[in-house]
């Protein structure tokens, strides 16, 4: 957290504004990342419904991953009935 | 509240969840797909999560991943401290003076099985209108995989090594279940992530069935860090609990169990054993007592529920 | 009493701890939640009839165990709700933890405490171990000599935390079974009168599904730290606003409080210090010994903690030997709590006044009148000896 917060501005008791974990990135945990083939992807939200971050957006039936927060577990590539999922070795 | 009607389909449930990215959770969690699939088959509620890896790795000041009210006060107490604000919101409600929501106690097994039991029998006795949700993973993770009553018969933790003279933990996990519908309780059941469906539709029932009572599940969560197998298979390990029948699906309604996915071939425990560190010495020859021992377990268990269905309204 | 202030009350027999559970309904909680354990189970009692007689609209959460009577009341804090409990003893020291949480989530929660010893052995009588044992849990923290002042400061716990300067739970604690339980006259306040003066809970953290906030977050090095400052703040804040409070009650009930109850001390050369029912006692003490023309006085605590810095100053300095009388034992400490926190307050600067510190009447060992003036005598020589350096016992046998 920012070291200028002081005792006198800080939160009241340990409480913090709810949803605010989506300013920490954790995208550079990976590895490896899952890369989607929309060609064989048929939208079936399996892969959005099973990502532990979620860092898999869904917009109707379309699916994107959001790197920026995907920590390349590889359940998404796992489950996917087409295997329309790849994991490949993050780039150094 | 309103009444909420089951899912059928996975675009059924809201197109994004009130549990957040960006926490710290491993990757691979299942008791954070557990929390997400919570907060979307429910996006209003207020949760009360026990100490426990979910709880820290999801509220680490000054972020937290929970876009829904949610509290933490101790280890041991998520069932009183829900019993209290469920309390209070039917007073202050009634009054205008709040809004009411549902109330989800979220806790670990060992928040759950040992540490808060005794706290959670007294909110089930008191018929108090929350949903209590256990995340079981089957071992004290967040102090780094330490025995909980939930672990089961010969799996290594630090505190139940496989060691050279005793192979893991020597006791059968706890009939939560069979402790919780004992107080006859509108509502209790069993779930894992697999099945998600059901899982949620559960939930969903639970949330109905806590303007009259406590409702209760018990989810299994696997974790590849406790349970020591490769991160992307925690929902494939979810499914071989199940289809091994070590962990049967089942719920209690109104007093009548009812076994809700039937296994009736099931898959040799050994190919769900010897995919997980903690269970792969049970396979080794010197250990072939244990495994018998939980061999048994799992068909006595299975038999017991089926009688217990049989039986009608025994709860 | 003004003839003004006694229309506003009327004149009341009960108990102490009914004194507690009369001003917890006149406050209006919205939630109680408590455990039974001697010597403080009738409030429980008392509160649970009122709840089934519908005298009160509150929610009673019967729990089973006094961790979960505090667990249920944060809960029902957070939630916005006016919420009460009360323990003893044993009890008291099985909501540790959750003491802790109640204060640094910052919820004005009251508590009322009938102070009991603490096993083992176990003992069901009166001493105040359990209320020094949550001296650093962050509450402020009062002590009733009697049923009257028990009450007053019952109704004004909820103000004083409930103020938003403040937000820090209150604990109320009385002696089991000499307050408890013995039934005494007092002036209570109207009904309407409580209810204008408190009004409902509207201040402090509270759950809002529009705006859903974490509650009880991990706070690591890099935060926790200022978490306890602010708390810290928050009792430094408390001083002011139970200036105003007690203020703010005298000009409704005619009755005047400070955090130091004193009795002959303006020209006292040798001061009695005690707590709860005790101080009544050691005013009939000091009044045979002025007959006797010892130049004695007492200071009574009303308010331990915020410990009244400025006021102990002020008072403490002024006499040549000050004798603490200290229900509660701090065995391997250089003296009790009270002598250290005097101590603390006057020491360097009047290095002129002569401590020396007691312990009395554990596990409920009576203490009278010539009791008291025995303490006093021997206290006095002690310290005109120099022989202050060790704690006292009275009263027990072998000493």
Redesign the interface.
């Known amino acids: ?2 070291t200028t ?1 002081t005792w006198r501005e800080i ?1 009241l008791g ?1 409480s ?11 995208g550079n ?2 590895v490896e990342k899952p890369v989607i083939d929309y060609e064989k992807c048929v939208r ?3 892969c ?8 898999i957006i ?4 379309e699916v994107k991953i ?1 790197y ?2 995907c ?5 998404c ?3 996917c009935p087409r295997k329309a999922i790849t ?1 490949v070795p993050e780039e150094i | 509240m309103s009444k909420t009607n089951p899912v059928s389909k ?2 059924d ?1 809201p ?16 008791p ?2 557990t929390a ?2 919570i907060t979307l088959a429910v996006p ?1 509620a ?1 949760i ?1 999560n026990a100490t426990g890896c979910v ?2 790795g ?17 280890f ?2 998520n ?14 409600s009634a009054e205008g ?3 009411k ?1 549902p109330v989800i106690a979220l806790g670990g097994d060992g928040a759950t099985f040992d540490i808060g039991l ?2 959670i ?2 909110a089930l ?2 018929l ?1 209108k929350i949903i209590y949700i256990c995340y079981d993973n089957e071992a004290y993770m967040n102090t780094g995989i330490q025995r909980s009553g939930a672990s089961i018969l010969g799996s290594a933790t630090t505190t139940s090594p496989a060691g050279r003279v005793i192979p893991g933990k020597q006791e059968n996990k706890k009939d939560l279940i069979g402790i919780v519908a004992s107080h006859h309780i509108p509502y209790a059941a069993t779930a894992t ?1 697999w099945l ?1 469906r059901d899982m949620v539709n559960k939930i969903r029932k639970a949330v109905n069935y806590s303007e009259q009572g406590p409702a209760f599940l018990h989810i299994l969560a696997p974790c ?1 860090f406790g349970w020591r197998y ?7 390990i979810s499914r071989m609990a199940v289809e091994t029948r070590l962990f049967p699906i089942y719920e209690v309604e109104d007093g009548q169990l009812k076994i809700n996915f039937r296994v009736s071939k099931p898959a040799p425990v050994e190919e769900y054993l010897k995919i997980q560190r903690r269970t792969r010495h049970l396979l080794e020859s010197r250990n072939a007592e244990t495994l018998q021992r939980l061999k048994a377990w799992i068909e006595w268990n299975w038999l017991r529920l089926e009688n217990l269905e049989k039986a009608g309204k025994v709860f | 009493m003004m003839t003004e202030a006694l229309a506003r009350q009327h004149r009341i027999a009960l108990t102490g701890n009914d004194a507690v559970a009369y001003a917890v309904k006149q406050a209006n909680v ?2 109680i ?1 408590a455990y039974p354990i001697t010597p403080q189970t009738f409030v429980v009692e008392t509160l649970s009839r009122y709840v089934n007689d519908g005298e009160l ?3 009673f ?5 006094e ?3 505090l ?11 006016r ?1 009460f409990t009360a323990t003893a003893s044993q009890g008291l020291a099985y909501m540790w ?2 003491l802790y ?1 109640a204060s640094g ?1 910052r919820l004005p929660i009251v508590m009322a405490l009938a102070a009991r010893a603490l096993s083992a052995p176990i003992n069901i009588h009166n001493d105040h171990s359990d209320f020094f044992g949550m001296r650093d849990a962050g509450w402020i923290m009062f002590n009733g000599e009697e049923a009257q002042e028990t009450y007053d400061l019952t109704i004004m716990a909820f103000k004083i935390a409930e103020d938003p300067r403040v937000l820090l739970p209150v604990v109320v604690s009385y002696d089991g079974f000499i307050v408890s339980h013995a039934i005494t006259n007092f002036y209570a306040l109207n009904d309407d009168v409580v209810k204008e003066f408190l009004g ?1 809970r509207t201040t402090g953290p509270r ?4 705006n ?9 090095q890099d ?1 926790y730290f200022e978490f306890k400052r602010q708390q810290y703040e928050a009792m430094e804040n408390s001083r002011q606003v139970i200036k105003e409070v007690f203020q703010k009650y005298e000009e409704i009930s005619g009755r005047s409080y400070a955090p130091l109850k004193e009795y002959m001390t303006s020209d006292a050369e040798t001061c009695i210090v005690a707590m709860g029912s005790t101080v009544g006692t050691a005013r009939h003490a000091v009044k045979t010994l002025r007959e006797a023309g010892e130049k004695a006085g007492v200071v009574g605590i009303l308010q331990y903690r915020p410990w009244p810095v400025k006021e102990a100053e002020q008072l403490f300095s002024r006499f040549k030997r000050i004798i603490v009388m200290e229900k509660v034992m701090s065995p391997g400490a250089r003296a009790g709590p009270v002598y250290e926190d005097i101590a603390a307050t006057i020491y360097p600067k009047h290095s002129e006044v002569k401590i020396i510190d007691f312990t009395y009447g554990l596990g409920g060992r009576d203490i009278s009148t010539r009791g008291i003036i025995e303490i006093y005598k021997k206290g006095k020589e002690l310290i005109d000896k120099g022989k202050t350096d060790r704690v006292y016992f009275h009263g027990v046998r072998g000493e």
């Not at chain 2, 549990?19 to 299942?30: D, I, K, N, V």
């Not at chain 2, 999801?58 to 101790?74: E, M």
């Open positions: 957290m920012s917060v939160d340990g913090v504004a709810g949803g605010t974990s989506e300013k920490y990135k954790t945990w990976r079936c939200l399996i959005w419904l099973y990502c532990p971050e979620p860092a869904r917009n109707g039936n959001d920026d927060y920590k390349g577990c590889g359940i590539a796992e489950e994991m | 996975i675009s449930l197109e994004e969840s009130k549990f957040r990215p960006g926490h710290r959770l491993c990757a691979g969690c299942g954070a797909i997400k699939l209003e207020i009360v709880e820290v999801t509220t680490i000041y000054p972020y937290s991943a929970w876009k829904t009210p949610w509290v933490h006060v101790l041991q107490n069932a009183p401290v829900a019993s209290g604000i469920a309390a209070a919101l039917e007073k202050l003076r709040a809004k929501l005794g706290a029998s007294g006795e008191r108090d992530i998600w590849q490769e991160p992307h298979l925690t929902v494939k | 919205d939630v939640s609209n509150a929610k959460i019967n729990v089973e165990s961790h979960s009577a667990s249920a009341v944060i809960g029902a804090s957070l939630a916005g709700a919420a933890e959750a949480a989530l409902v759950i809002d599904p529009d859903p906030r974490t509650f009880g977050v991990l706070a690591l935060s």
